[in-house]
């Protein structure tokens, strides 16, 4: 009998400790369906890994046909990736491993004749990956990619046995000599794209292959690569001819230490489309000297001072076929001191379209006499970049000439003044960028004539007023982005007039920020403009106050972002005037004046709804708040506190593919939350907490079960996930927990089993046990059965009330609690306490259910004492038993100390019945107690004649 009984308790564990729970990898059939996307490139089939040890085993439960699909490789993981790793997944076209493996034999890439593109990367700052690689099996492969994989471990041949090769992208591969890579170059004919980043390697040699088996260790012929780009550091010696074989450059970049015209010369390379360069002294002639010789059509250079021709207008001209140019100052310096000559640039490089200057100081009168003297400089530029300068003040008519300019970004560059008329003839503008400066002032006039403005970005300003009808002219305005309002500092809440800003609110807008930052903001909305689109609106405040809340303009809100403690019409939250909204993120900061989020119900065409850091237990109608949301694709809660998650909040969500949950502390998440979720295909998990409650034990089966669903958990995996013990201190591993509570069928059927012949035994050897054991449930039983009988009639109670409590309060019932309720009257109640009236000798069980059903109600009294006791607990389920039979007001709680809610929704059975009766507090003010005690006895003394 007993080894039977050990063995199956062996195998009951054993099959336990086997199973595998999914939680490494997450599959995405399209990239649409779930907003919370993965970095995974691709955008149908793709899978996304992580902490992966064992291919094969971690990516079981995904789809054979994958497309796409990322490895990460759990940190310090150094095992060898095995023969037919992937063979399961013949489709894939994309593969991507991160991590290094001591050991990939090609037969690792069996089956994958589809891959077209590989990327194989190791994340670390010094060492690169020493493994031998071979791509033969990858027949199909066009676009390889290796970053910190050492080259010298790899054949000679590596590349050219890789016959369809197009692209071949090398980042930071710990090269000793620049001839590993060409010599491995030389024969991969179908190259047509290489890209080279090795910021290490600072002297080039002449490449002497003779290592590598090609004939006299000299290649005779250019190559014929497309596209080559080369991107290095600092470059301390070049053998002449270093980089001759490659011909032509795309893209070079590199560090000079002395005259960079002399390096290109000795790299031996005819053409450079983009030269990007870094020296101390950059002198604008050898600038031009480079364009001419190296026929360069775009330039970046940084350097600590320029040097301009003193009359640029007489300098030989290589400059003038520049299209692009990047001029950065010292990039380190927070001071920006040097003042860059605009007038003189835009004469030296006379024929851009763009054009990027960062780090320097400019002055508005250069730009005014350019466009008096040589407007027709400018006549082809088209994106002009003055982000992080120091710029001061824009000036009336400064941008005159400037009539083909589309794109305008002077973000980040000092503007404390935008004088009025500042951008006329900007006729073709569309995107200005302010952001980031100091603008207090929007004068009238300020923005005048720009017609054609679709976007205006006005965010991180200091704005203490601006003038009525100051965006009147952008008629064509589509983005406008405003902040952070500081209207008059010394007033307690700014109040922004939407539309006398306007006017007429522009017909095209369709995507408005506005931030007060950390100051409290009224919105004032007092027209009823109608627009061509949907509105996205993102408000950012302390809080945020609305007034014209019927306005039209709220009802084509599609998108509503909230970052502001609450955003309220009146005292409600605003979300029954933003009937069209489709997406809706609310990021709150605990605040209790949020109003009732119930009317979140009301918003029948929500598709996604994100709600953070919000305190969903105050929430008083928080049963019903995701109720009609039929459409509803996408809820994140992340933050929020609540106690519960179960299926009456996601009743109505049949449409819902996407649920992410990162709850503020433990909660309680019931199986019945995912009953209605038919649609659900993605359930992420993360830094999820719960108590140890048999309630969320369905979790763990049901993660490794259902196929419909993918739960993703990440950190911590399933397997780590801890749970709060009652105690509010401990913590259990939850997988562990949750195996104490299973219920399955065979563990029914082989407990009933073992019950059935322990009682067997138990029966034939020892009566007396057996009675024990019986006693109280014939009392439960034969209870229910009295009050069935008498449903109608009078019953004679031998008390009017039965006290549970712990025997550590046992002082204050006996001090308060009794001469409190036995000697108020008359009538006078009678009390049952297990210490004065239990019958001695009886059996304890026996005597409690005894002593319920003898009195009319039960008066719990809830301390920590009492949660911690199990005498306590038995009590309580004896009365909630007694209380669903008898479905009559039987059970009284009074909570004789404060209990965290924490605490409490650990205790199942107490915090519903929390949720579903009145409660009393004693409280802590001497002067209440009185009132309370009323309350109290009236309560128990109501009916006490039926
Ligand atoms: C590989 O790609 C080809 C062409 O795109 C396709 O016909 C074939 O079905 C793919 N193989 C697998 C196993 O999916
Ligand atoms: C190339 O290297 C080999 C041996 O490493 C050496 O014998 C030969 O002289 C070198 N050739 C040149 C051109 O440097
Ligand atoms: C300026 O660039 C255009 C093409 O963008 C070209 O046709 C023209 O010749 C260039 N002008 C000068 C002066 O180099
Ligand atoms: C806008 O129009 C609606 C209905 O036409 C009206 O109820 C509301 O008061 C109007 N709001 C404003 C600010 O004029
Ligand atoms: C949404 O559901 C709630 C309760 O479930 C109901 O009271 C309310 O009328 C419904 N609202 C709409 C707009 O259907």
Not at 435 to 456: R, W
């Amino acid at each position: 009998m007993v080894p039977l009984f050990s063995l199956f308790i062996l195998f009951l564990k054993a099959s336990c400790v086997c199973s595998w729970l999914a939680d490494k990898c997450l599959f995405y059939r399209d990239v649409e369906e779930f907003p919370v996307a993965t970095t995974c490139a691709g955008k149908t089939n793709i899978a996304e890994c992580h902490h992966v040890t064992n291919i094969k085993e971690d990516l079981r439960g995904l789809p054979s046909n994958l497309l796409n699909l990322c490895i990460q490789m759990e940190r310090d993981f150094h095992g060898a990736l095995a023969p037919d790793s992937f063979s399961r997944f013949a489709s894939l076209e994309y593969l991507e491993i991160v991590g290094c493996l001591s050991e990939i034999p090609p037969e690792a890439f069996n089956e994958l004749t589809n891959v077209t593109s590989l990327t194989l990367s190791f994340l670390s700052t010094e060492i690169c990956c020493e493994v031998a690689l071979d791509f033969s099996r990858l027949s199909s492969l066009n676009h390889l990619s290796l970053s910190q994989y050492s080259i010298s471990s790899l054949a000679p041949n590596v590349f050219e046995m890789i016959p369809q090769l197009q692209e071949l992208q090398i980042l930071n591969v710990c090269l000793k000599d620049i001839s590993e890579v060409i010599c491995r170059l030389a024969k991969a004919k179908s190259l047509k794209l290489f890209k080279l980043e090795e910021y290490e390697l600072n002297r080039l040699h002449y490449p002497n292959c003779s290592v590598f088996n090609i004939s006299d260790g000299y290649i005779s012929t250019e190559f014929e690569i497309e596209k080559v780009h080369f991107y290095l550091g600092i470059v301390e010696h070049v053998d002449e001819g270093a980089l001759e074989v490659l011909g032509n450059l795309f893209i070079l970049c590199f560090v000079s230490n002395t005259d960079f015209l002399r390096d290109l010369s000795l790299f031996g390379v005819h053409k450079i489309h983009t030269l990007r360069v870094r020296v101390d002294v950059l002198n604008v002639d050898d600038l031009c000297n480079a364009a001419k010789l190296y026929s360069v059509e775009s330039l970046e250079v940084r350097y600590e001072t320029i040097n301009l021709p003193p009359t640029p207008t007489n300098i030989s001209h290589g400059c003038e076929d520049i299209k692009g140019i990047v001029l950065k100052g010292n990039i380190y310096v927070y001071k920006i001191v040097n003042v860059l000559d605009v007038y003189s640039v835009f004469q030296i490089f006379r024929n851009l379209t763009i054009v990027n200057i960062i780090k320097h100081v400019l002055r508005p009168n250069d730009f005014l006499s350019l466009c008096s003297s040589f407007p027709q400089t400018v006549k082809r530029l088209s994106f002009m970049i003055l982000s992080t300068n120091n710029i001061d003040k824009i000036i009336s008519h400064q941008f005159l000439c400037f009539s083909v300019l589309e794109i305008l970004d002077l973000s980040i560059s000092n503007i404390s003044n935008i004088e009025d008329f500042a951008f006329i003839g900007l006729h073709k503008l569309k995107e200005l960028n302010l952001c980031s400066n100091k603008l207090s002032y929007i004068y009238q006039h300020a923005f005048s004539g720009l017609y054609e403005l679709m976007v205006l970005d006005l965010q991180g300003n200091p704005i203490i007023h601006i003038e009525p009808e100051s965006f009147g002219h952008l008629i064509n305005l589509s983005v406008f982005l405003l902040g952070d309002l500081n209207f008059p500092p010394d007033v307690p809440l700014i109040t922004l007039h939407f539309s006398d800003i306007f006017g007429i609110i522009p017909y095209h807008l369709s995507n408005v920020f506005i931030s007060s930052g950390l100051r409290p903001m009224q919105l004032v909305i007092r027209n009823n403009a109608t627009l061509g689109q949907g509105l996205n609106f993102h408000i950012k405040g302390k809080y945020v106050t609305v007034e014209g809340c019927n306005s039209s303009l709220l009802t084509s809100v599609v998108t509503l972002k909230i970052n502001a403690a609450y955003m309220n019409c009146g005292n409600e939250f605003i979300g029954k005037y933003v009937r069209s909204v489709v997406n809706l993120e609310f990021e709150s900061m605990f605040s209790d004046n949020i109003g009732d989020l119930a009317v979140i119900n009301q918003l029948v065409h929500l598709k996604t709804l994100h709600l953070e850091n919000i305190e969903l237990t105050k929430q008083p109608n928080l049963a019903t708040m995701f109720h009609n949301l039929t459409k509803l694709q996408m809820l994140i809660l992340k933050n929020c506190r609540m106690f519960f998650l179960d299926g009456s909040l996601t009743k109505d969500l049949k449409a819902l593919t996407g649920l992410v949950l990162m709850p503020k502390d433990n909660v309680n998440v019931l199986q019945n939350l995912v009953e209605h979720l038919t649609s659900l295909k993605y359930l992420h998990l993360l830094g999820l907490g719960l108590y140890c409650n048999c309630d969320n034990a369905w979790l763990v089966s049901w993660a490794k079960d259902n196929r419909k669903v993918q739960v993703a958990m990440f950190r911590p995996t399933m397997k780590e996930l801890q749970c709060l013990t009652d105690n509010g201190i401990d913590h259990l591993n939850f997988v562990d927990y949750s195996k104490t509570c299973s219920f399955d069928i065979e563990f029914v059927f082989f407990t009933s089993t073992t019950a059935f012949l322990c009682i067997f035994i138990i029966v034939v050897l020892s009566y007396k046990f057996a009675g024990q054991y019986i006693a109280p449930f014939y009392h439960i039983a034969s209870g229910c059965l009295r009050e069935a009988l008498h449903v109608n009639g009078k019953h004679q109670y031998r008390y009017d009330v039965f006290v549970s409590f712990s025997g550590k309060d046992e002082h204050w019932v006996m001090e308060e609690l009794l001469p409190n309720l036995e000697q108020r009257g008359p009538p006078f109640l009678r009390l049952c306490l297990h210490s004065r009236d239990f019958q001695l000798g009886q059996d304890i069980v026996e005597n409690i259910t005894d002593s319920i059903y003898a009195s009319r109600r039960t008066l719990c009294l809830i301390s920590r004492n009492y949660l911690g006791s199990n005498w306590c607990s038995l009590e309580m389920q004896l009365a909630t038993y007694r209380l669903q039979v008898e479905h009559r007001d039987i059970l009284i709680l009074v909570f004789i100390e404060m209990i965290p809610s924490r605490l409490l929704s650990s205790h199942h059975r107490l915090a519903r019945l929390v949720k579903t009766r009145t409660y009393l507090d004693w409280p802590r003010e001497p002067e209440m107690h009185e009132a309370f005690w009323d309350r109290l006895w009236c309560k128990l003394s109501s009916n006490k004649t039926n």
